[in-house]
């Protein structure tokens, strides 16, 4: 079983609408966790990091927490053709330990 | 810019070069990392040095060797790798070890095994 999953994608959505984004992770004791954005052929870029269960908030993004059945998400409100990239899930383990998913593509139609 | 630079960004290489990978952070901070990213597969954590001493090292094949002089630099040094090892690799960097802290990464260096 892989430490962390994402679904690949691609995702495709409208201009102006909520993309969703999941994430799975199978340490349960798990407490950090952190969504990547990634242009392609460029570097992955901290976008969010959440660690208590809930919704955290951070303009257009929301980062989405329920330990309990294991599972990250991010929404992107009125998504714009600026947010298609890929998207990086990561988990930090109970070992310290460092875990990114595979990504999911967003792609963005205007 | 990320504050942190790779180079050189592209490299061809055949079997039996050596070559070396830099890596510099201009953040000012003590850890240092080395990814690889490979096309379908999640980023792999390869090294990890804290204040230039090496604290972990992800069961890599010896033809990678890491160094790291000081905590602003960090070079993965390459020799007779094999055509699995074409990959992107990347280098970031935190203000610590502490387990919370954003890493911050480099654009990467491309390898092309031949």
């Known amino acids: 079983q892989k430490e962390v999953e994402q679904n690949s994608g691609p995702l495709s959505v409208p201009e102006g609408a909520i993309a969703s984004l999941n994430c799975t992770y199978s340490?349960?004791?798990?407490?950090?966790f952190f969504w990547y954005r990634q242009y392609s052929g460029k570097s992955p870029e901290l976008i969010m990091s959440?660690?208590?269960?809930g919704d955290k908030e951070d303009g257009r993004f929301t980062a989405q927490l329920n330990k309990a059945s294991q599972y990250v998400s991010l929404l992107i409100r009125d998504s714009q053709p600026s947010d298609s990239a890929t998207y990086l899930c990561?988990?930090?383990?109970?070992?310290?330990?460092?875990?990114f998913g595979t990504g999911t593509s967003l792609t963005v139609i205007p | 810019e990320t504050g942190v630079t790779q180079t050189p960004r592209h490299l061809v290489m055949g079997m039996t070069n050596k070559k070396s990978l830099k890596c510099e952070q201009h953040?000012?901070?003590?850890?240092m990392y080395w990814y690889k990213q490979s096309a379908k597969k999640p980023l792999e954590l390869m090294f990890v040095y804290s204040l230039e001493e090496r604290v972990e090292n992800n069961s890599v094949p010896s033809r990678f060797s890491p160094e790291c002089p000081n905590s602003s630099h960090l070079f993965l040094h390459l020799h007779t790798l094999q055509p699995e090892d074409s990959a992107l690799y990347l280098c970031?960097?935190?203000?610590?070890?502490?387990?919370?802290?954003?890493?911050?990464f480099g654009d990467g260096t491309r390898l092309s095994i031949l």
């Open positions: 990561a988990v930090l383990t109970t070992g310290n330990q460092f875990y």
């Open positions: 959440i660690y208590s269960n």
């Open positions: 970031a960097s935190s203000q610590d070890l502490i387990p919370n802290q954003p890493q911050h």
């Open positions: 953040l000012g901070h003590n850890a």
């Open positions: 340490d349960r004791g798990s407490q950090s």
